[in-house]
Protein backbone atom coordinates (compact mmCIF):
# COMPACT_ATOMS: atom_id res chain seq x y z
CA UNK A 1 0.00 0.00 0.00
CA UNK A 2 1.38 3.53 -0.75
CA UNK A 3 1.46 5.16 2.37
CA UNK A 4 1.00 8.52 0.99
CA UNK A 5 -2.32 7.50 -1.01
CA UNK A 6 -5.28 7.34 1.02
CA UNK A 7 -8.44 5.62 -0.34
CA UNK A 8 -11.54 6.60 0.80
CA UNK A 9 -15.39 5.09 -0.06
CA UNK A 10 -17.53 8.09 -0.18
CA UNK A 11 -21.40 7.28 0.88
CA UNK A 12 -23.72 9.87 0.07
CA UNK A 13 -26.64 8.82 2.35
CA UNK A 14 -30.53 10.74 2.07
CA UNK A 15 -31.57 13.97 2.49
CA UNK A 16 -28.76 16.52 3.04
CA UNK A 17 -26.39 13.60 3.20
CA UNK A 18 -25.01 14.73 -0.50
CA UNK A 19 -24.74 17.87 -0.20
CA UNK A 20 -22.49 17.31 3.44
CA UNK A 21 -20.58 14.25 1.55
CA UNK A 22 -19.69 16.93 -1.27
CA UNK A 23 -18.77 19.96 1.03
CA UNK A 24 -16.32 17.19 2.76
CA UNK A 25 -15.28 16.42 -0.27
CA UNK A 26 -14.45 19.52 -1.91
CA UNK A 27 -12.59 20.11 1.74
CA UNK A 28 -10.42 17.19 1.91
CA UNK A 29 -9.64 17.37 -1.85
CA UNK A 30 -8.43 21.11 -1.09
CA UNK A 31 -6.05 19.78 1.92
CA UNK A 32 -4.62 16.91 0.10
CA UNK A 33 -3.65 19.24 -3.01
CA UNK A 34 -1.60 21.52 -0.15
CA UNK A 35 -0.02 18.72 1.71
CA UNK A 36 0.70 16.70 -1.56
CA UNK A 37 -1.28 13.52 -0.12
CA UNK A 38 -2.93 12.13 -2.74
CA UNK A 39 -6.63 10.78 -2.16
CA UNK A 40 -8.27 8.10 -4.04
CA UNK A 41 -12.35 8.29 -3.81
CA UNK A 42 -14.65 5.68 -4.42
CA UNK A 43 -18.76 6.21 -4.27
CA UNK A 44 -21.16 3.72 -2.76
CA UNK A 45 -24.40 4.05 -1.99
CA UNK A 46 -26.80 3.42 1.25
CA UNK A 47 -29.85 4.44 2.34
CA UNK A 48 -33.18 4.64 -0.21
CA UNK A 49 -31.44 5.19 -2.87
CA UNK A 50 -30.08 1.44 -2.08
CA UNK A 51 -32.72 0.31 -0.83
CA UNK A 52 -34.99 0.81 -4.19
CA UNK A 53 -31.96 0.13 -6.50
CA UNK A 54 -30.70 -3.34 -4.69
CA UNK A 55 -33.66 -3.66 -1.88
CA UNK A 56 -31.05 -3.48 0.86
CA UNK A 57 -29.76 -0.10 2.64
CA UNK A 58 -26.69 -1.44 2.96
CA UNK A 59 -26.08 -3.84 -0.41
CA UNK A 60 -23.38 -5.81 -0.84
CA UNK A 61 -22.07 -4.30 -3.84
CA UNK A 62 -21.47 -1.46 -1.59
CA UNK A 63 -20.21 -3.71 1.40
CA UNK A 64 -17.66 -4.77 -1.26
CA UNK A 65 -16.72 -1.30 -1.64
CA UNK A 66 -16.10 -1.00 2.30
CA UNK A 67 -13.73 -3.48 2.43
CA UNK A 68 -11.68 -2.50 -0.17
CA UNK A 69 -11.00 1.00 1.28
CA UNK A 70 -9.51 2.07 4.46
CA UNK A 71 -12.06 4.54 5.68
CA UNK A 72 -15.53 5.96 4.71
CA UNK A 73 -16.96 9.52 4.56
CA UNK A 74 -20.25 8.71 5.08
CA UNK A 75 -23.65 11.33 5.06
CA UNK A 76 -26.96 10.94 7.05
CA UNK A 77 -29.51 8.79 6.07
CA UNK A 78 -33.61 9.03 7.24
CA UNK A 79 -35.83 6.48 7.90
CA UNK A 80 -38.35 7.28 4.82
CA UNK A 81 -39.56 9.48 2.22
Known amino acids: MNTNELKLA ?7 GPEIT ?3 VRILK ?4 RTGL ?4 K ?9 H ?3 STLPEATLKV ?11 TFAGE
Open 30 to 33: AAAT
Open 66 to 76: LRQYQGWIVGP
Open 38 to 41: RVSL
Open 53 to 55: KYG
Open 10 to 16: VLAGDGI
Open 22 to 24: AAT
Open 43 to 51: PGVIGWEAY
